[in-house]
């Protein structure tokens, strides 16, 4: 067997580990507790998900990055891979993975996605990690539903909880933009679109059931097939509809998932018309992928307060995160702050090194008040208490609050 | 005795790496040892694509449709959703032999078609079949996958002697479970390269024609290729299943990228040679899934406010293409090519 | 699904959807024009060529930016229309002189190896020429309306509930030309003679005296052309740019082209107008979500009745 140059190139697999190692050598200490966070940082939620890690990040700073004997590190994980553009299964299982390979990980704040959540759910659960969403929203991740009867039980292998989040859930925000367009906009006619993920569906039932309960004429609930690159032809079929079109199409579905192309299609479209969108678009990013014309057309639901509408703690956090990045924080800034402030207060009180007696400490905690956003708990199926919703719409490229609604009480099941 | 030969002592290597490899403090090192597991099961995957590509010469775009068909089939076999619930043995043997199935069903109508046209119906069929496994939700699960698969792995084997309830699919066991199963396919398909068959596929891909004057019946042995090779794709997706415990989302996860990073793995490896896939497999994935990560990592903890301009995540379909391009136009035989003299 | 024609609203959605098949249409017949032209010549399948439309649509939205940014805001009328012109101009032939560095670089050296060498490498030149667009305009969509509003969004002229809406106008004003532009350039000038004699036998051409390496660059230069003028129409009508937006769209029009019969100049053009129906039509009747489907499933049962398409020629069939 002659020798080649290439041969060499078989070396190289191994040479990954130790060089790897290596850059490993400035070893953690013993006493490091890690905490992950693991959203989508490449690709359209980036803008969101960046103000979440600023949020995380004063959190921690906050306490100087310790707490009692141990000291506090973070590791900001991206679950979106750029060939997508998006959160994959993939990158978030990797995630989820590494985070149980890893002994010092005790807290996993993410998902940003409920699909993704989904996935790392029963790894992180069978692992005993707890998990503080600042952002995901679907009901089955924590609520018995009609949908799947064996939710949320099959993302919880171990029998024990260790999912919370400190965003209201999509039960009571899908009816909440029904009442926005039944009540405020004064509409009668909706036509719902979803995109068919586990968010995006589930929402849309939501809402449909709530408008349903208001009195509102559903024309139609249908999923859109988010691979295609224009929905001209859908909405030709909407404005055709039997009785003439709608007042009002609601769309169940993220940035990702083109809402934008969505919003932009009906505006050149069904003129009068107008679209309510969920928290999943509520980033930049939709307005830069939905165009011009707007104003007063686009509105978006969103699961807490808007930053220019908090008060006391809130404001000062608002003020500080100006201060320190030269920006306005978006509005999911102040649920990352949350989420690290929960996690880090439930350290301090166990004051131990350990998964389980860390995980117990974040689900029990109740009436929380350090944090930005006012006084909450976390009830039995680690969901927040705060219920106040935001809706805001599209002014000169920015979101502006038009209206706060408190969240319905969800119906007995 | 002859010595062994290359691919032999490459093939070799290769698995004693990877049976030692979890047995390294991987952890301390910074490496996700869970993403091993996925190497192996891409290698298997990888090994379905040879038979289809390497040995028989057939340009299929639309592996990980076969992938993702054998990860569907044991998401319903084994999800609490429906009367099923199989173990994870009964589900895996349905799989492969179902995606076979498919497969054959599927290469029957376009066996007449030859070279780029081939390549064009078996990339739209990947993409009939993204289609259908997110339309027909009520079965597949669609964009929201099934979830929480958690069978026993074996027949008559209660819950509890075992382990906990999904304890045979972490880290290392399942491991342990992949290498095994890949070990058996590898031996398994060079047994059929020796095989009356496998020569039979070598003939048709190096001349249909005269393989056809030769008494041979090439419609048949290609449609052999693709069951076989949907099948081993089908064990692999099968494999996936349970790796993740959910069938995964189609559209990012079994289209027309990864039917084309499989691709670039075994040209780089050596096309038809299995050892050489296997190396193919776990350089350029190794790559991409373990190295470009910690490597990105590192970047991350090394800037001051942990935001980095350069992340290698961001160049990826750039070092498929280029290494795509590159074997092409200077060693299209792969880095460890086939041995059995072929000239062209 | 509602039945053709009956949709309560006097068949209003049938010529909608008939009109927006139309332009839809004549996009994928501009695309599947470069891959039928090049695979007439050497036999290729140009994956990469979706990809450099997608980069044409990546030119036409910075050339816009820049274009705002140098003058302020545009107003609509005369100015817009320079932009419009000055892009029609300009892109086309940055995409065409693309395609021939690509050729270049990449094909070229490739030429005398066997068939499957320089399809794969053209895998591999889609991947690179994705990752550029990536690293070029980002992850996420971009919309060229935020940028400025080229051209309006309203209607040309009303045919009885019918609109025909200036953005689809220009798609037509643009295609039909040039469409008639290439036909002549192929059947009258000495360059589509060439053309034509190197696509008939290569070594012969070249025993001819024909410049056969310089026919194959004008061949790419075309192609490339062809799909950066369908990279300004498409961001003009759509109005909102992917860096994934080059797969779905390259698919549909190769698709076309090998329906059509692939190496045929009618013939893709046939194979893309028929795509853009079933596009529409598949896209307003059905759900949405069926349309892969139902173009790849055209497409395998086209296969295999017909493999050499609607218009092909079975000599182009060797063995």
Redesign the interface.
């Known amino acids: 067997?002659r020798f080649r140059w290439?041969h060499l190139?078989?070396v190289?697999?191994?040479a990954?580990?130790?060089s790897?190692?290596c850059?490993?050598c400035n070893?953690r200490e013993a006493n490091t507790i890690v905490i992950v966070s693991s959203l989508p940082r490449?690709g359209s939620a980036k803008g969101q998900t960046d103000t979440m890690?600023n949020g995380i990040?004063m959190a921690i700073d906050e306490y100087d990055g310790k707490i009692g004997d141990f000291k506090i590190l973070f590791?900001?994980k991206?679950d979106a891979?750029?060939?997508?553009g998006q959160w994959?299964?993939?990158a978030e299982?990797?995630n989820a993975?590494?985070a149980?390979?890893?002994?010092d990980v005790m807290v996993y704040i993410g998902p940003y996605n409920s699909?993704a959540a989904?996935?790392s759910m029963?790894?992180l659960n069978?692992a005993g990690i707890a998990m503080i969403s600042p952002a995901t929203t679907a009901t089955g991740l924590t609520k018995k539903n009609a949908d799947?009867k064996?939710e949320p039980?099959?993302?919880r292998?171990s029998g024990k909880l260790n999912f919370t989040r400190v965003v209201p859930t999509d039960d009571l925000q899908g009816p909440i933009a029904a009442r926005f367009i039944a009540e405020e906009l004064k509409k009668k006619r909706v036509y719902v679109l979803n995109?068919?993920?586990?968010y995006g569906?589930g929402i849309a039932k939501e809402f449909e059931s709530g408008a349903r309960k208001l009195g509102l004429t559903v024309i139609g609930n249908e999923k859109i097939n988010?691979?295609q690159q224009e929905f001209g032809a859908l909405m030709t079929k909407i404005k055709n509809s039997e009785g003439g079109p709608p007042d009002a199409i609601y769309f169940g579905g993220t940035t990702q998932s083109k809402g934008g192309q969505v919003a932009k299609d009906m505006i050149k479209t069904i003129p009068n018309c107008v679209l309510v969108v969920p928290d999943g678009c509520y980033e930049k990013a939709f307005i830069d992928s939905a165009g011009a014309g707007l104003e007063g057309k686009v509105f978006v639901t969103f699961g807490g307060q808007d930053p220019t509408r908090l008060t006391g703690a809130g404001k000062a956090f608002v003020e500080k995160y100006k201060e320190k990045y030269k920006t306005d924080p978006e509005a999911y800034a102040v649920y990352g702050y949350e989420a690290a402030k929960v996690a880090l207060a439930a350290i301090k009180k166990v004051n131990k090194k350990d998964r389980d007696a860390i995980r117990e400490a974040i689900l029990a905690t109740k009436n929380f008040s350090d944090g930005a956003i006012g006084t909450w708990s976390f009830d039995q199926n680690g969901d927040t208490t705060a219920q106040i919703f935001t809706i805001s719409e599209i002014k000169n490229g920015n979101f502006v609050p038009v209206k706060e609604l408190n969240g319905l009480k969800p119906s007995a099941p | 005795m002859t010595p062994p030969s290359?691919s032999a002592?490459?093939g070799g290597?290769l698995f004693a790496?990877l049976v030692v490899l979890p047995q390294?403090p991987?952890?301390?090192?910074?490496?996700?040892?869970?993403?091993l597991t996925?190497l192996l099961i891409l290698s298997i995957l990888a090994l379905g694509l040879n038979v289809i590509l390497g040995t028989t010469?057939l340009?299929h775009l639309g592996i990980a449709a076969f992938y993702g068909i054998g990860c569907c089939i044991t998401g319903i076999l084994t999800t609490?959703?429906f009367p099923f619930q199989t173990n994870f043995l009964v589900a895996m043997m349905v799989s492969a032999f179902g995606t076979a199935l498919v497969g054959l069903i599927l290469g029957a109508?376009?066996l007449?078609?030859r070279?780029?046209?081939l390549?064009?119906?078996t990339?739209?069929?990947g993409?009939?079949v993204?289609?259908?496994l997110?339309?027909f939700?009520n079965i597949t699960g669609?964009?929201?996958?099934l979830?929480?698969l958690?069978p026993p792995l074996l027949p008559f084997v209660s819950e509890g002697t075992m382990g906990r309830?999904?304890d045979w699919q972490?880290?290392p066991h399942f491991y342990y479970l992949c290498l095994g199963l890949l070990a058996i396919v590898y031996l398994g398909l060079g047994n059929l390269e020796r095989s009356r068959l496998g020569r039979g596929l070598v003939a048709v891909r190096e001349d249909e024609?005269a393989a056809g004057a030769m008494g041979l019946n090439p419609a048949r042995l290609k449609l052999s290729a693709l069951a076989i090779g949907a099948g081993v794709a089908g064990l692999a997706g099968s494999l996936f299943a349970m790796h993740?415990?959910?069938t995964?989302?189609p559209?990012?996860?079994f289209n027309?990228?990864w039917s084309?990073i499989i691709?670039?793995a075994i040209?780089l490896g050596g096309l038809s040679s299995r050892a050489g896939v296997l190396?193919g497999v776990?350089?350029l994935m190794?790559?991409d899934?373990?190295?470009s990560?910690?490597i990105d990592?590192?970047l991350?903890?090394a800037a001051a406010d942990?935001n980095t301009a350069f992340?290698l995540?961001?160049?990826?379909?750039?070092i498929?293409?280029?290494?795509?391009?590159g074997m092409?136009?200077f060693?299209?035989n792969g880095?460890l090519p086939e041995r059995r003299g072929t000239s062209? | 699904m509602q039945p053709i024609l009956a949709d309560g609203n006097g068949g209003a959605l049938f010529w909608e959807l008939l009109v927006n098949g139309l332009v839809m249409g004549s996009l994928f017949a501009l695309i599947a024009l470069g891959y039928s032209l090049v695979y007439g010549i050497i036999?290729l399948?140009n994956f990469a060529h979706g990809d450099l439309f997608m980069l044409g649509a990546a030119m036409t939205y910075t050339l816009t930016a820049l274009a705002v940014s140098w003058f302020g805001t545009v107003t609509p009328g005369g100015m817009s229309f320079a932009i419009v012109l000055g892009l029609l101009l300009i892109v086309p032939f940055f995409c065409g002189g693309a395609n021939i560095l690509i050729d270049r670089a990449?094909y070229r050296?490739?030429r005398r190896?066997?068939?499957?060498?320089?399809?794969?490498?053209a895998?591999?030149?889609?991947?690179?020429?994705?990752?550029?667009g990536?690293?070029w305009i980002g992850t996420s969509p971009l919309s060229l309306e935020n940028k400025a509003q080229l051209v309006s969004d309203d209607s040309l002229i009303q045919m009885g509930e019918v609109p025909l809406k200036w953005k689809d106008a220009v798609v037509l004003i643009t295609v039909v030309p040039v469409m008639v532009g290439l036909t002549w350039l192929v059947k009258f000038t000495r360059l589509g003679k060439a053309m034509r004699a190197t696509a008939q036998n290569l070594v012969a051409a070249q025993l001819m005296g024909i410049g056969v390496e310089r026919v194959i660059a004008s061949t790419f230069f075309v192609g490339g052309y062809l799909a950066g003028l369908a990279a300004v129409v498409y961001t003009l009508k759509i109005g909102r740019i992917e860096y994934q937006m080059g797969?779905q769209n390259g698919?549909y029009a190769?698709?076309a082209a090998?329906v059509g019969g692939i190496g045929n100049i009618p013939g893709a053009v046939l194979g893309g107008l028929l795509l853009g129906f079933i596009y529409s039509f598949g896209g307003g009747y059905s759900q949405g979500?069926?349309v892969?489907?139902l173009?790849?499933?055209v497409?395998?049962v086209l296969?295999?009745f017909r493999?050499t398409g609607l218009l092909g020629s079975r000599s182009r069939e060797k063995?």
Do not use: C, H
């Not at chain 3, 190896?113 to 490498?121: E, F, I």
């Open positions: 067997m290439f190139l078989l190289i697999p191994f990954f580990p130790f790897a190692g850059s490993g070893k490449t890690v990040k590791q900001d991206d891979e750029a060939s997508s994959t299964a993939a299982t990797a993975n590494a149980v390979n890893d002994k699909g989904a996935v029963p790894i069978k799947n064996d039980d099959i993302y292998p995109d068919n993920e586990r569906e988010v691979a | 290359r002592i490459a290597v790496m390294l991987l952890a301390e090192w910074g490496i996700p040892a869970n993403l996925e010469g340009l609490s959703i109508p376009v007449r078609l070279g780029d046209y390549a064009l119906v990339l739209g069929f993409q009939i993204i289609t259908v997110l339309e939700e669609g964009k929201k996958t979830q929480g958690f309830r999904g972490t880290f024609l993740n415990t959910n995964t989302e559209q990012n996860s027309f990228n084309i691709l670039a040209i190396w776990v350089l190794g790559f899934k373990i190295a990560r910690i990592d590192s991350q903890a942990g992340r995540s961001n160049w990826r379909l750039m498929f293409g280029l290494v795509l391009i092409m136009r060693r299209p880095l062209k | 036999e399948v990449v050296p490739l190896a066997p068939r499957l060498v320089p399809l794969v490498s895998l591999g030149v889609s991947f690179v020429l994705v990752n550029i990536q690293l797969f698919l190769f698709t090998v979500n069926w892969d489907a173009i790849f499933g497409l395998i296969l295999i493999p063995v």
